[in-house]
């Protein structure tokens, strides 16, 4: 079965810098497609960024960019230039092509973003 | 604003009782998808639909249902509750129910008492 990990409940970093968040993953599939989803406290589920197994190239979108390691099975997310509205919790998740196309999600972390 | 909405945005209710969820997917798309986000369960996939048909199944409980209609609406049914039933429901919609991303709605909060 399928798992996805998110070993950092809680970060915290200051406006205007780096942070990168880690997710690891367990899968036999070779073909599949992680995300990152964003919870403000608002609650919404708010899509950040796709990536495809199948595509080397890192998936990046503004600040929000990814180091996806395939044989490492680790797909981390980097957010550049921290803006107070970024303080949220980020889920990592999982979808396989061979089954349902169910997401597995981390447990998440949670983003503190420091004025 | 994903397009997927889900009605009520809060529930209140007691044990024994049951509860419907209703969500409408965004314009177009065909699958919806039901998660529950508890504290101690994170978020767990519940159930698909496709087109009107039942499609992936999950860690859905006997005591919960689903239906998606004709005009792709979807309806989550949770019955004889318990107070661990209390948590938020996200549904969710894709195109195509396959390798599509999924965009949430706002979720509902259940509140069992």
């Known amino acids: 079965a399928q798992t996805v990990t998110q070993s950092q409940p809680e970060m915290s970093v200051q406006e205007a810098e780096t942070v990168t968040l880690s997710c690891t993953y367990d899968t036999s599939e070779n073909n599949y497609y992680l995300f990152w989803y964003k919870q403000p406290p608002s609650r919404q589920m708010i899509l950040v960024i796709r990536q495809e197994a199948y595509k080397q190239q890192n998936a990046t979108e503004n600040r929000f960019s990814v180091n996806f390691q395939k044989a490492a099975k680790s797909f981390s997310l980097k957010i550049s230039d921290s803006q107070l509205g970024d303080t949220a919790m980020y889920f990592c998740a999982f979808m396989g092509t061979s089954g349902t196309y169910k997401y597995i999600f981390g447990t998440g972390t949670r983003l503190k973003v420091l004025a | 604003d994903s397009g997927v909405t889900q009605t009520p945005k809060h529930l209140i209710t007691a044990t024994g009782q049951r509860v419907t969820l209703r969500c409408s997917p965004r314009?177009?798309?065909?699958?919806v998808y039901w998660y529950q986000q508890s504290l101690d369960q994170g978020l767990q996939f519940l159930i698909q639909y496709y087109n009107g048909e039942e499609r992936a199944k999950g860690n859905i409980l006997e005591r919960f249902s689903a239906q998606q209609f004709p005009d792709l609406h979807s309806e989550l049914n949770l019955s004889s509750l318990e107070l661990g039933d209390s948590a938020l429901y996200f549904c969710?919609?894709?195109?195509?129910?396959?390798?599509?991303?999924?965009?949430f709605g706002p979720g509902t909060r259940l509140t069992v008492l």
């Open positions: 969710a919609s894709s195109a195509d129910g396959a390798a599509d991303t999924q965009y």
């Open positions: 314009s177009g798309d065909l699958s």
